[in-house]
């Protein structure tokens, strides 16, 4: 899979519903998220001394994180991520999970016993375990957020506001149906994202421009853990 661009702003409720307003003529939603956009719920890994979480802060050049992510409440539908940023664009890597499987990741228990979940040959699944082992790689916090998404086949553009962002060092709630979490970001802001291969069309740009937005370097689970400890 190749390298993505990924634009990140912080955005306000009244510039989402302005940028909103004029991107629908332009874009199509993503169909997969009804009408009102749907819940994204995640939770993330790091080793025994945040390496991953230090990167973030450090702003790595390479850098990587590892998550387990359903949508909508589809606890029987879970995706293993791995994300990887490099010279400031983004490649993510997905491989679906059983229930068996994701609970396994989620336990840290790595006897005998469970070597009949690791495939044999190359996969995400088997690079997560070999971490587990050599640096204790575990569970630390859940993030959800509730996103709503364009998509526009010319140049490959997502745009997602992602609302309403909470974080929660609960993990072994991951499943539950609601989660007792912590707002992450100012009140009455959010994250507007904009990920593209190699061009971003002008009309969707001059869409997104309304004379306020800023670039900025944003990480969901640096935040939360920042809120969460």
Same mark, same amino acid.
């Given at each position: ?45 790091? /080793?025994? &001394?945040?390496?991953? +979480?230090?990167?973030?802060? @450090? ?7 590892? %998550?387990l992510? !359903? ?11 791995k ?20 609970d ?22 088997? /690079?997560? &375990?070999?971490?587990? +082992?050599?640096?204790?790689? @575990? ?7 509730? %996103?709503?998404a !364009? ?33 992450v ?26 004379g306020? +937005? ?9 935040t ?6």
């Open positions: 899979m190749e390298y993505r661009n990924e634009l990140k702003f912080m955005i306000s409720d009244m510039d989402i519903e302005r940028v909103r307003y004029r991107l629908l003529p332009l874009m199509s939603l993503d169909e997969h998220q009804g009408e009102h956009g749907y819940i994204v719920r995640s939770v993330y890994f790091d /080793d025994i &001394y945040d390496s991953y +979480l230090d990167e973030n802060k @450090a702003g790595t050049d390479y850098r990587k994180k590892y %998550r992510r !359903f949508y909508n409440g589809e606890v029987n539908l879970i995706r293993l991520e994300k990887v940023k490099y010279r400031g664009m983004t490649q993510k890597i997905v491989q679906k999970l059983s229930r068996e499987e994701s396994f990741l989620l336990s840290g228990a790595l006897g005998k016993e469970h070597e009949r979940i690791i495939p044999p040959q190359n996969s995400l699944l088997k /690079d997560v &375990y070999f971490e587990m +082992l050599r640096k204790k790689l @575990a569970p630390k916090c859940i993030v959800e957020y509730e %996103r709503f !364009f998509v526009e086949s010319k140049g490959n553009v997502r745009i997602t506001f992602d609302k309403n962002i909470l974080g929660s060092r609960n993990t072994d709630r991951f499943y539950d149906f609601q989660i007792d979490g912590n707002p970001m100012p009140y009455g802001y959010h994250i507007l994202e904009i990920k593209y291969d190699e061009l971003l069309p002008h009309y969707i740009l001059q869409a997104v421009d309304i306020n +937005l800023h670039r900025q370097s944003f990480s969901k689970y640096y939360a853990r920042m809120a969460v400890g």
